[in-house]
Structures are given as structure tokens and as C-alpha cells.
């Protein structure tokens, strides 16, 4: 050796201490299971011995190459025992999955080591026996070749595999656990050392560790959680008392070491190991895909071919075994099921049927002995008997039984001939979802038979709920089941009318638009015969129509079927639009106007009462045409036509005609026009002729309809009726309690339109008529009379309309009569509680003819206040005290008395007209206008009129009103009371500053009619605003022209 300085006892020191810790960990067989630190540890012991001899023989100084020799092993040896603890700390498992890892590094590890000894050949010379060990040393570490054993490279690739959370079977999972117990050294069978084992690299990898070691975990957290669940062979024992009989368990031998189950199909593969078939194949599969070698599962040895040979005599074995055991459970189950109460032993009849269930399933070739041994009729019997005491669990059960059953066509048979479906279709309303599941797939099963089909269609309730089911997007499986037996049930020509009757129209629609003209009537008779709801209505009209529309220029049958078809979708209003944009009116106009005979009656009263429902609303059918020529139903030949037909039509055709004439004439885009031709065609008089028809239907329209034409024939239906003395007749109908409600009303609206005489108030009404009238508004609601009828709405503006006769009618007698039964109060009840327009209106109109009529009953008062009188008037002038007079109406400048006038100012009646101003109706701002403008049209009071208007905020709420309204009657009712208002000169002073009246004022002077020009010019000069509008100036006539311009 050369000398040197240099001395390598720290990484001498390091060498020995690595190496003592590597021999300490190989002192137990049991720490190195794995065969890469095994041969690591051997060569460590080599390179313990060279190193101490080396140290031993070298002087005190070494040269540098040995010392780096020596530092680059302490260095490598470092790294290798960090290795070695790994294989020494860490769980199996975890080596396992990082077995090439780890055997790389130890192989890395001894390679380099054996090259750092190779620098130790030339300082070794004088030492031939150290330095041939440390040349074969060298030579082997550097040589070395670590593998890991083929089983181990299996798992450890079938475990990077499962980290990809595969979905796999039962058998691939037994036989994935036995490949990691054989690698492992364990046993597959001891549950506790591979549960540890798990355990262990579960607690490896809670620190920070790669995602596929974790996916790793879960996968054989999975594997082995399903693994352990083994199949309770001993599950289908019942305890039950069978003589000397009990199953017999299956021998070891029977169980198939992959799915632990009794195999079915056993064979034998090279290994002389018997598995399931499926089992096997199933592994074989995933071997192949993972591409590695196929191996029998039990003992690991590589498979040179995949030949699975029959197990003859194991399979026959198995087979005796089972025919033994099911006959004992049948027996079983026959006991249980035939007894006198099955409810009462609900847990041994659940496990019944769980087990004839099984031996159905996996046993199909003994249906035959549960069919003979009269298992299926026990159970449709315990479904009849005790469905209620067993509960939905085990009625569930029952059906699945059966429906497993039903794949027998003799059990099927027996079923139908038990009535199974009635009991499946009572199923169908379970709560529990799984019994409606079993209930719609054996209703399912069934329903390939015709004959089934139409017997699921003619059980009661049974579509509906099917339909329903059909709907239900919170159990989509269980939609798609229903489905599926409708539409099996549909291809049933007999099932038509009962699957339109459950909302499946389909059938029905695809048959009446596709099939022969015979099904198209067979159809069209269903349509007009069935009871549709108005969604099914709509859908029929939608997606049938034009074919029915087509069928009425058919032969006589076609077009009666499709006409009462036609009647029955009419019924429905939003289906007028559809019926209209058909042209069916085309059609329907020309059957009724046909030249009629005997055989066309019906025709004729079905197309009048089509196109009855057709107009009975209005908004699409007037802009409609109903002949070739363009002619709409409000046109006068189509008027005067239906006017000719109602004269000599049959009775129930007369009715649908007197509607026909109600829809066309209440119709806001008809209404003038028909009116016009009605007195044209001398319609009045022939409707007139109805009212007093013996039937009932015939004089309700024809009520309707008159009191439709008193709103613009007034005059002329008034003459109509006098002078065929029918006048008093509405009276009557008024009166008689016996009568129709809807005739009293009528008749009541019809009065209450038609100009009636100030002396026909008296003489064919009768003062009479207003106590009862009143009487019956107070039976309206919010008013406080306590009786129970209450007048329908038309009732109440036609009483409303009746006493505006009398409260126009300036007789003394007749006022006295309102006074007396405080006519205004009504009015005012009307006011404060009405909603329709109508009733508001006259209600305010009212009020504005009594306010008329406070004047006659002023002037026929003394208008002086009495001074008061009696015994106790001259004390009062003894004690110095003047005696109290009575306070004047700032209206009518006398004493008005609350009780005993028509003052709207002491009726309190100012307020609810100054609301009614800002009403959205315009003919209702117009009568509250008018009502108020009575109250000034004395001038002699006017300021202190328009001063107490202007305390109540009436003359702010005009003005507001005037500055706000468009040109019209609106208009001129309104600025006539500005106008007046601006006459008293305080008022004038305000306003004339208000730019928005002054705006509005010049604007109705340039826009307005004559007496709206007239009123502002005047408005405007008592605002000295003459000067931008003309160079005239105002008259101030306006007083005398105050009752011309009103």
C-alpha cells in the first residue's frame, strides 16, 4: 500500500454500523419474507468480513483509494438500509405494491458496491487471500440479479389494475384474494391475518402517498369487504317440525372456492381443481385482459390450456342433493301457505316464499313440482285473503314469486283462471314501490296474450292507473314499465274505447285518422259517446279534427257520427279556435240551412247546437266565414236565415238557434250589426213569440236574447212588447218565486233597458215593485240582511235599471214612495260593496236623478227656518238665551233633513262619488261626474257651494280628473264643472296659476266639441287667460246657457 495522510476510519465506522443494523435485521427468518433483501443480506455479511479483515491488515495511513472506496460503500449502504426498513416496517401489502421498486433499489444498491470494491483491487496486492474475496465479491454484487417471483409480479400487477376501481365479479374477487395470500405466505382462509394485513397498509399510507397507492387501498378494502360476505347456505333451513325430514347441508366439495356458493355446472381444469364454470370463466377473462398468465386460483400454478372437463359424478351428486332439499322446502312451503291463517306466521310465510322463489329462479326444471304441489294457487289465495294483515312487504314477495312462476304457461294459466290480475291491479296502488313494480311486470308478462290485453282493459281503474304511472318522473323504471303494458294493450282492436276513457287517446286518433271509413265512424261514435275531460276534449280536437271536419261530406252515418263528435269537442271553449280554423263552420251552416227532410232533423239540431258552443264565445268565429261566398255569421243572410230556420224547427234545434242568436249578438265585435239585422229580418217579434214557450230552455234564451237586444233595440223591442201586451209578463217573471233564476234576471235587465213611460212606471211596474226590489238588494252580499238567497249579478243591475224608472220619475206619489223606503241609502249600499262597472254605474245615475229631484222637494218646503216653540220658549227669553235654529244646507240653502231628502251632501253620498272619479271604467267616472254636477247647478248659492266642494276636495279631484281625460263625453261632463268652479273669483285666483289646467283648458278649446269649446273659453276667461287662446272676450253667458249645454 502507498503511504498517505489520509485515514478512513469515519467511513469505516459508518460501514460497520450499517452492516450491524443489516445483520440485526437478518438475524430472524421472519423479517426478510421477501427474497431481495434475503440476497442482500448475504452479500452483506461477505462485505462485513472483508472490511474488518481489510481494516485489520493496513497500516496506520491507507491510500486515497481505498478510503474513497470505503466512503462511496458507507454511502451506498446508507441508502440500502433505508430500503431494508421498508421491507422490515412496512405491511406486506405495501411491499408488495412496491415490490420492483424496492428490489430496483437494493439491486441498484449492490451493483454500485461491488464497483467501489473494485477499487480496492490494487491497495489489496499484498494481500492475495483478501484480495481474491474482495475480487469475487466485486465480480457477484456487480452481476447480482434481483428479481421479484413471477406470483408477486402478478398480484403486484393485478393490484395496479384494481386501482382503476373495476367493477368485479365474486369469483374474480375470491381468486384476486387468494393470489395476494399466496404472495403474502398466508393462508386465504384465515380472514383475521389478511383484515391485519389490510390494516397495516392502511395505517402505511395515512401520510402523504401517491393517488394509485390509495385507489389501491379502496380497491381491497372493497375486494375483501365483498369477499368476506359468503353466501348462508343454512339460510334456507325454516325451523320447522317436518317429522324425522330436515335439509341436508352441502358437503365441502359442493362449494365452488370462488363464489362459495353450491356449484351448478362444476368442472375440472389441468390443476385437478374443480370451480363453477362462470366462476372460472370469469377469471380466465381477467387474466387474459390484464394480460398476464391464466392460473388456477387455489394453487397459483400457471395454466398451459383453459379445458374445464365436466365434473360428472361431482354435478350429479350436487343434483341429488338439491331435488332433495327442494322437495323438502315445497313441502315446506305448502305447509306454511296452507295453513288456516297463513297472516299470523307473516315471517315464516316471507322465508316461504323467498325460498320457492330461489328454487324457481335457479331451478327452472321445478317449476313443475311447485305448479303440482298447488304452491301458485295458495299464493294467489293468500293475496286475496290476507292482503291487508301480511302487509306490502310480503305481498311484494307473493308477486315476485308469481311473476316468476308466470315464465311456466301452466302456472300462468292457473293464475288467470285464480283472477291474478284483479289482484295486480290492486298492487298498482301500493305504497311501497317495489310491490307496484312486481304488480306492473307481471301485468307485463301477461300481456302478450291478447285476451289478457282486453281483460287488463275492462278491470276497473286498471288504465288509469297505468296511465298514471306513465307520468310519474320520480320512478322512470317503473314509467317505462307502464308504458310497455299500454302499449302492448293498445294493439287490442276491443281495448280502443276504455284506453280513451284513461287519457290514452292515441289508439283512438290513430285509428280515426288512418283507418277505413267504417273505423273512422267506429271512431268518430266513440268521440261523440264517451265523457272527456277537457284536456282529453283539446287533444282529440288538436290532432283529429280535420278528419272529422272531412267525414261530414260523407255518407249519412259518417256525418251523423262526426257531428256528435263534433258536439261533444265543441263543449269545451278553448277548443273554438280549432273548430273555427277547420272551417267546420262552412260545414255546419250548410246542414242547417239544407232543404230539410225527416232524416236530416237530428243532423240539424247537432250541427246548431256545434255551432252554439262554437260562438257562445267570443273573439275568433266573427272573423270566420260560413259559406263560399265569404258571408260571416253576423251577416244579414246568415241572420235572417236562422231567424227563418227558428220558426219551424224541431224543439231541441229552436233551442240551440236561440243560442246561436245570444252568442252572435252578446258578442262585442257582432253585436250592432246582428242587432240590425234581427229588426230587419222582423227577428224581435219572432223571438218575442218565445218568451212565453211551455218549455223551460226555450224561454231562458229567449229571455237572454231579448234582454241582449233591450241593451240596442230599446225602442223598438218596448213597441214590439206593448203592442203584444207582453210587458206585463215581465212583471210577472219578476215576481213569480216558482220561476227560473235565470228569467227573473233577465227579465229584470230587459225592464230595466227598455224606455218605459213616466206613466208605465206607474201604471205596469206599480209603486209596488220598489219596496220588493229593494228588499231583494239587500239580500246581495255585504249588505245586512240576513236571509240566505242572494240575486245573481245580472239580478242586481237589472233591480238597479228598475228603480232608475222610478227615481227619473218626477211624480210626487213615486217620490214620497222612495223617500219613504230611503232610496238613496240603497244606492249608496251599492256604491260602497258592488265590483261590476254596471252596478256602479246606475248606482251613481241613481243618485243623480234623486239629487235632481232634491229640488221639488225644497220648493215644496217653507225655505225659512222655524224658530222652535212650546212651554218652554219663554224662559228661554227670560234667561237671556236666543233659542237654537236649525243650521241650512250649504247646498240648497234650507234644512235637509238626512231621513226626508235626497240631499247627497246630509246622505253623505259626496265622498263615495268623488271615489268613484278615479274608477278605471269611463261610463262610471261619467255617471259620478254627473251625479256631482248637480249640486251646482243653482247659481244664486254658488260660492258657498263650491267652497263646501272644495272642503269635501271634490273641486281639487275635478280639476285633476279634467287635466287627465282625453276629448269625449268624459271631457265635456267634466269641464263644465271646472268651468262653474272658476266662477266663484277665489277659486279662479288659485287655479289661474296651475300651468297644467291653463295646458289643458287651451287644449279643449282647440280640440274639443262645441260645449267643450264653449266651457273653456268661459274657464278660460275667468282665469284672464282669454288672451292666448282668441282676442274675444267671454260673454259670461255661461248661466244662461247652463241647462242647454248639460
Same mark, same amino acid.
Given at each position: ?30 423479517? /426478510? ?10 452479500? &452483506? ?31 451506498? $449502504? ?18 408488495? @405494491? ?17 464497483? +467501489?470494491?473494485? $477499487? ?38 393485478? $393490484?395496479?389494475?384494481? &386501482? ?62 365483498? +369477499? ?15 317429522? #324425522?325430514?330436515?335439509? @341436508? ?10 363464489? !362459495? ?6 368442472? *375440472? ?13 370469469? +377469471? ?24 374445464? !372437463? ?21 313441502? &315446506? ?15 315464516? *310465510? ?6 320457492? /322463489? ?9 317449476? /313443475? ?27 311484494? %314477495? ?10 311456466? =304457461? ?27 313494480? /312486481? ?16 281483460? @287488463? ?60 271509413? #267504417? ?53 269545451? #271553449? ?62 244579414? $243572410? ?81 213597441? =214590439? ?98 223617500? =219613504? ?18 252596478? %256602479? ?114 273641486? #281639487? ?18 269641464? +263644465? ?28 278649446? %282647440? ?40
Amino acid at each position: 500500500m502507498t503511504s498517505s495522510a489520509v485515514t478512513p476510519a469515519p467511513a469505516v465506522e459508518s460501514i460497520n454500523r450499517s452492516l450491524s443494523e443489516i445483520s440485526a435485521f437478518s438475524s430472524s427468518s421472519s423479517d /426478510y419474507a421477501w427474497d431481495p433483501p434475503r440476497r442482500f443480506s448475504g452479500y &452483506a455479511k461477505r462485505l462485513h468480513l472483508i472490511v474488518n479483515q481489510c481494516v485489520r491488515s493496513s497500516p496506520e495511513t491507507t491510500p486515497p483509494s481505498v478510503n474513497t472506496a470505503f466512503k462511496g460503500i458507507a454511502g451506498e $449502504l446508507t441508502q440500502a438500509l433505508e430500503t431494508l426498513s421498508l421491507y422490515k416496517n412496512r405491511s406486506k401489502i405495501y411491499v408488495l @405494491i412496491h415490490c420492483q421498486t424496492l428490489c430496483a433499489s437494493l439491486h441498484e444498491r449492490t451493483v454500485a458496491i461491488g464497483a +467501489w470494491l473494485a $477499487l480496492l483491487d490494487s491497495a489489496l496486492l499484498s494481500n492475495p487471500d483478501l484480495h481474491k474475496k474482495t475480487a469475487d465479491l466485486s465480480r457477484d454484487m456487480q452481476q447480482a440479479q434481483f428479481k421479484v417471483t413471477e406470483n408477486e409480479e402478478r398480484v403486484y400487477c393485478t $393490484l395496479q389494475k384494481e &386501482a382503476q376501481i373495476r367493477q368485479s365479479s365474486k369469483a374474480v374477487q375470491s381468486a384476486i384474494i387468494m393470489d395476494l395470500a399466496r404472495a403474502l405466505g398466508m393462508d386465504s382462509e384465515k380472514h383475521a391475518e389478511l383484515a391485519e394485513q389490510i390494516r397495516l397498509l392502511k395505517l402505511d399510507l395515512a401520510g402523504s402517498n401517491p393517488v394509485s397507492d390509495r385507489r389501491i387501498l379502496i380497491s381491497l378494502e372493497r375486494i375483501f369487504e365483498s +369477499w368476506l360476505v359468503e353466501p348462508d347456505i343454512s339460510s334456507r333451513v325454516i325451523d320447522l317440525d317436518l317429522e #324425522d325430514e330436515s335439509l @341436508i347441508p352441502p358437503f365441502k366439495n359442493f362449494i365452488c372456492p370462488l363464489t !362459495k356458493e353450491v356449484m351448478k355446472d362444476p368442472v *375440472v381444469l389441468e390443476s385437478s381443481q374443480t370451480y363453477e364454470r362462470t366462476a372460472i370463466k370469469y +377469471w380466465f377473462d381477467r387474466c387474459i385482459e390484464d394480460g398476464r398468465d391464466p392460473t388456477c386460483p387455489v394453487t397459483g400454478q400457471v395454466l398451459k390450456t383453459l379445458e374445464q !372437463k365436466p365434473n360428472i359424478n361431482l354435478a350429479g351428486a350436487i343434483e341429488e342433493w338439491l331435488n332433495r332439499n327442494i322437495e323438502i322446502q315445497i313441502k &315446506a312451503a305448502v305447509q306454511h301457505l296452507g295453513s288456516e291463517d297463513p297472516s299470523s306466521l307473516v315471517e315464516s *310465510v316471507e322465508r316461504v316464499l323467498e325460498n320457492v /322463489y330461489k328454487i324457481s329462479e335457479e331451478h327452472p326444471s321445478s317449476r /313443475y313440482r311447485i305448479r303440482n304441489a298447488g304452491i301458485v294457487v295458495l299464493i294467489v289465495k293468500l293475496l286475496r285473503n290476507c292482503s291487508k294483515s301480511i302487509g306490502s312487504h310480503v305481498r311484494s %314477495k307473493a308477486l315476485l314469486v308469481l311473476l316468476s312462476m308466470a315464465k311456466d =304457461e301452466e302456472s300462468k294459466q292457473i293464475m288467470l283462471e285464480e283472477g291474478v290480475t284483479r289482484l295486480a291491479i290492486h298492487s298498482l296502488t301500493a305504497s311501497l314501490e317495489k310491490e307496484r313494480e /312486481y304488480a306492473v311486470k307481471l301485468l307485463l308478462e301477461f300481456s302478450c296474450d291478447e285476451g289478457y290485453c282486453t281483460k @287488463i282493459a275492462s278491470q276497473k281503474g286498471a288504465l288509469v292507473l297505468l296511465t298514471s304511472m306513465t307520468g310519474n318522473l320520480e320512478h322512470p323504471a317503473l314509467s317505462n314499465l307502464a308504458e310497455e303494458v299500454l302499449r302492448k294493450v293498445e294493439k287490442v282492436e276491443e281495448n280502443v274505447q276504455h284506453l280513451a276513457a284513461a287519457g290514452r287517446f292515441q289508439p283512438l286518433l290513430t285509428r280515426l285518422c288512418e283507418g277505413t271509413e #267504417d273505423v273512422k265512424i267506429e271512431m268518430a261514435t266513440l268521440v261523440g259517446n264517451m265523457t272527456l275531460t277537457n284536456d282529453g276534449k283539446e287533444h282529440i280536437a288538436q290532432h283529429g279534427i280535420k278528419v272529422l271536419v272531412g267525414m261530414l261530406s260523407s255518407k249519412l252515418e259518417g256525418r251523423t257520427s262526426s257531428l256528435r263528435a263534433l258536439h261533444n269537442l265543441s263543449s269545451l #271553449d278553448d277548443n273554438a279556435t280549432i273548430l273555427v280554423d277547420s272551417g267546420v263552420l262552412v260545414q255546419l251552416t250548410n246542414i242547417l240551412f239544407e232543404d230539410g227532410q225527416d232524416d236530416l232533423s237530428e243532423l240539424k239540431e247537432l250541427a246548431a247546437s256545434t255551432t252554439a258552443n262554437i260562438v257562445s264565445k267570443a273573439g275568433h268565429w266573427e272573423l270566420a266565414s260560413v259559406d263560399k261566398r265569404g258571408r260571416s255569421m253576423q251577416s244579414e $243572410l246568415t241572420i235572417h236565415s236562422l231567424l227563418g230556420l227558428l220558426s219551424h224547427a224541431s224543439p231541441k234545434c229552436q233551442v240551440a238557434l236561440l243560442q246561436i242568436l245570444c252568442g252572435i249578438v252578446s258578442s262585442p265585435q257582432a253585436s250592432e250589426s246582428a242587432a240590425a239585422h234581427i229588426k230587419s229580418g222582423n227577428g224581435i217579434a219572432t223571438i218575442v213569440s218565445f218568451l212565453e214557450h211551455p218549455e223551460v230552455d226555450h224561454r231562458i234564451y229567449a229571455f237572454r236574447l231579448t234582454s241582449l237586444l233591450s241593451e240596442r233595440l230599446g225602442p223598438d223591442l218596448a213597441d =214590439e212588447l206593448r203592442a203584444s201586451n207582453k210587458l206585463p209578463l215581465l212583471k210577472e217573471k219578476l215576481l213569480d218565486i216558482q220561476c227560473k233564476s235565470g228569467e227573473r234576471s233577465e227579465a229584470a235587465c230587459i225592464l230595466a233597458n227598455l224606455p218605459i213611460s213616466d206613466n208605465e212606471v206607474k201604471t205596469v211596474l206599480g209603486t209596488s215593485l220598489v219596496q220588493w226590489a229593494i228588499t231583494t238588494l239587500k239580500e246581495q252580499p255585504g249588505s245586512t240582511a240576513g236571509r240566505n238567497t242572494r240575486p245573481t249579478p245580472s239580478m242586481v243591475e237589472g233591480l238597479l235599471g228598475l228603480l232608475l224608472h222610478f227615481a227619473r220619475n218626477p211624480d210626487p206619489t213615486v217620490l214620497a214612495i222612495l223617500k =219613504e223606503h230611503h232610496l238613496m241609502a240603497v244606492f249608496l249600499n251599492q256604491l260602497r260593496f258592488a265590483s261590476k262597472s254596471t252596478v %256602479k254605474q246606475r248606482a251613481a245615475l241613481g243618485l243623480k236623478h234623486l239629487s235632481e229631484s232634491a229640488g221639488a222637494l225644497v220648493t215644496a218646503r217653507d225655505p225659512k227656518p222655524q224658530l222652535p216653540h212650546g212651554f218652554c220658549i219663554p224662559l228661554m227669553f227670560m234667561c237671556g238665551k236666543a233659542p237654537m235654529v236649525p243650521e241650512t244646507c250649504p247646498i240648497h240653502a234650507v234644512i235637509c233633513d238626512e231621513d226626508n231628502s235626497f240631499c247627497l251632501l246630509k246622505g253623505k253620498a259626496i265622498k263615495p262619488l268623488s271615489n268613484l272619479l278615479n274608477d278605471e271604467n269611463t261610463d262610471v267616472q261619467i255617471a259620478a261626474v254627473e251625479a256631482l254636477s248637480t249640486l251646482i247647478v243653482d247659481t244664486h248659492n254658488l260660492k258657498r257651494v263650491v267652497d263646501e266642494l272644495d272642503q269635501l276636495g271634490i273641486v #281639487d279631484n275635478l280639476t285633476t280628473l279634467f287635466t287627465e281625460v282625453r276629448p269625449g263625453m268624459l271631457q265635456e261632463r267634466s269641464i +263644465w264643472m271646472v268651468e262653474r268652479f272658476l266662477r266663484v273669483e277665489t277659486h279662479a285666483q288659485l287655479y289661474s296659476v296651475d300651468q297644467g289646467l291653463v295646458r289643458a283648458l287651451v287644449e279643449a278649446f %282647440k280640440h274639443g266639441n262645441g260645449n267643450t269649446k264653449r266651457h273653456a273659453q268661459d274657464a278660460l276667461t275667468n282665469l284672464k287667460q282669454l288672451s292666448g287662446v282668441s282676442g274675444k272676450t267671454s260673454s259670461q253667458t255661461g248661466g244662461r246657457r247652463l241647462m242647454n249645454d248639460r
